[in-house]
């Protein structure tokens, strides 16, 4: 057994002495080098009722680790991975992944695995989310990418008024006609299309910089209005049509324009995304597409009252079409969060009503979420 030296014992108390608890996980620091750790828990009980049948399930919604540090000034890198959902071999996913070079106080470069530039709700952090599940305009279902592997561009003007993003990716789309669902190129999901991506945002801050959360728990009155558009292309290397009966994705465009206001303990966003999609086997006329081909837009409003700083009251209206659909899919949400510590300890409860699911007229569902969040 190793003795605890009087030196030891001098390094272990300043690296004690070194650490700090911070809003977003626990810090080891030594001058230029720093290690962060973290965990973010998710527990979530979920019913749902379609008018013929009721059904319920309680389940981990996220369960992650995460680690971040720095060895040399200017770089830094993190992993961060999903333990929670695993299923057959697959017992873990890989989330945030990535290396970052600042090469200026103002420009940074990203590379590995990380966000894509693209929908403000998806770009905004889970965790700080108003609604349980996010609502279509975020949701990666339906046009949003998911986090993808390659190169990714930060930057910002002198005051942070302006600030814009660009990446350039290998990003994989599920086959499936009913869907625009993009996967991760690190976690390798079966049969999916791989293409190339490219993208970007520039979002303006015209009364102090506004990130991507949501809720208003400063006071500070802040707005931010963004547009953000990318385009995607089948680099025909995983055609599955055959093997699979469902839709290869040709390629993909899309178009989005946000906004957000926070003062006074209100706080809305809103947010329009428009997809063009087409797919590899004309003809094809079913879910979201007609001949070959479909429009997808998205659009949501969602906003909240900060009753004090424990209690929040929220509601959101959306709403999804498609070439595809008989009629638009709509869904209105009503909910209440308890911060018990801030967003790091809180319970979240959302109603949600959906019409016309998947397009199709009176197909109606009603669900509830209530939903446990901690995080360190």
């Not at 973290?38 to 992650?64: E, V």
């Not at 990003?171 to 049969?191: I, S, Y």
Request: proline fraction near 2%; charged fraction near 25%; charge should be neutral.
């Amino acid at each position: 057994m190793r003795t605890l030296t009087p030196s030891s014992l001098l390094t272990v108390t300043a690296v004690c002495l070194a650490s700090t608890a911070f809003a977003d996980g626990y810090k080891i620091s030594d001058g230029d080098k720093y290690i962060k750790l973290g965990a973010r828990i998710q527990l979530q009980y979920k019913m749902d009722d379609d008018g013929a049948s009721t059904s319920d399930d309680i389940f981990f919604r996220r369960l992650r680790a995460r680690i971040e540090g720095s060895a040399h000034k200017s770089w830094k890198g993190k992993m961060e991975w999903e333990i929670g959902k695993a299923k057959g071999d697959n017992e873990l996913s890989v989330k945030e992944s990535w290396m970052q070079y600042s090469v200026s106080k103002t420009f940074k470069l990203r590379i590995g695995n990380s966000s894509f530039p693209f929908s403000r709700e998806f770009m905004t952090p889970f965790a700080k989310q108003q609604m349980v599940e996010r609502t279509f305009v975020g949701d990666l279902n339906y046009g949003t990418p998911d986090k993808n592997t390659g190169l990714h561009f930060y930057g910002n003007n002198a005051d942070k008024s302006i600030t814009w993003r660009a990446s350039s990716v290998i990003a994989l789309m599920e086959p499936n006609d009913k869907k625009l669902r993009f996967g991760a190129p690190v976690n390798k999901p079966a049969n999916y299309n791989e293409g190339f991506m490219i993208g970007g945002r520039v979002d303006y801050h015209p009364l102090g910089y506004l990130p991507f959360s949501q809720g208003d728990f400063s006071g500070k009155t802040r707005a931010t209005i963004g547009v953000a558009a990318y385009s995607w292309r089948n680099d025909n290397d995983s055609l599955v049509n055959a093997a699979t009966g469902e839709a290869d994705i040709d390629a993909v465009t899309a178009f989005e324009i946000s906004g957000a206001y926070r003062g006074a303990g209100i706080s809305v966003d809103w947010q329009y995304n428009s997809f063009d999609a087409e797919t590899v086997q004309a003809g094809v006329s079913n879910g979201i597409y007609r001949n070959g081909k479909t429009t997808l837009t998205n659009a949501a409003i969602e906003g909240g009252y900060m009753i004090d700083d424990k209690i929040e009251l929220v509601a959101a209206v959306q709403v999804q079409d498609a070439d595809g659909y008989a009629t638009q899919w709509k869904r209105t949400s009503i909910g209440a969060n308890w911060f018990i510590n801030n967003i790091d300890t809180k319970i979240a409860l959302t109603w949600r009503q959906g019409k016309n699911l998947d397009g199709v007229a009176n197909k109606d569902k009603d669900e509830l979420f209530l939903q446990a969040q901690f995080r360190i």
